[in-house]
Each structure stands twice: as C-alpha cells, then as structure tokens.
C-alpha cells in the first residue's frame, strides 16, 4: 500500500491526527458530493489492485499501530462506517459527552480536551453558517 496509483486523488487538504475531513461552508453539496466519489474511486481502485496482506501505513496513528494491512484498514473502515452512520456518536455526544470509541478507548488524540472543544465549536460555526444561507 506504500507504492503510488495513478488513480490517487489531487486531495486539497491531507487528513491527520488535527486535520479533518470536514468540509467548510463555502463549498457547494455537489463539490462535497464528488469529493466522496473520487474517494471512493481511489479505495476501489486499491482494493482492486493489491492483496488483503499487502502492508501500509497509517501515518496519525501511534507509531506502534501505524504499520498496517490492507485487510486490517477494511475491518477498520467497516468499524466506523457503522459507528459513525447515522451520526449517533454525535447524539451520545450530545447527550452526555461522551466521544470516542468506548469508555478507556476513546481512539482520539491524547490532548483530547481543549481541541475536541475547538474542533466540535468550528463545525458548529460552519453548520450554522452554512444553514443561513439556504
């Protein structure tokens, strides 16, 4: 999974431990909708074209953890895809604050606190904005 495909998307913004995959106010649905396509393009063609044990990296991830599989990043995808359909994590979160994967595994970033606070206020501020306009 190290070896570079022509099928790899020109991203606009690189997905980290800081940087998420949300998306900003100013930009359309239909932007946001192919930018999920292309995505998922990317994950087909790489599926398509390597073995379930061919070895990757996860670079955000904890040095012990980021050398993966291909199969292991598919259980991985599968697991939040289904915890995050639906967006239930962010009613439990708003219920009782909760965030992460399970009590005593959060799976978020150790200096959780202060930046969970500013991550969820700007996306907040960017549903509300992005509602305002109609």
Do not use: C
């Amino acid at each position: 999974m190290q070896r570079r495909s022509n099928t790899s998307p020109a991203w606009n913004w690189v997905i980290s431990a800081r940087r998420s995959a949300a998306r900003t106010a100013d930009e359309t649905r239909e932007q946001i909708v192919e930018l999920y396509r292309r995505a998922w393009r990317h994950s087909d063609a790489t599926i398509t074209a390597l073995p379930l044990d061919a070895v990757g990296q996860v670079p955000w991830w904890p040095t012990e953890r980021r050398e993966v599989t291909l199969h292991h990043l598919l259980i991985h995808m599968t697991a939040e895809t289904h915890r995050h359909a639906g967006h239930a994590d962010i009613v439990r979160e708003l219920i009782d604050g909760a965030a992460g994967m399970r009590d005593g595994n959060t799976n978020l970033p150790s200096d959780e606190g202060a930046w969970w606070q500013e991550y969820r206020d700007r996306l907040e501020h960017v549903a509300r904005e992005a509602a305002g306009r109609g």
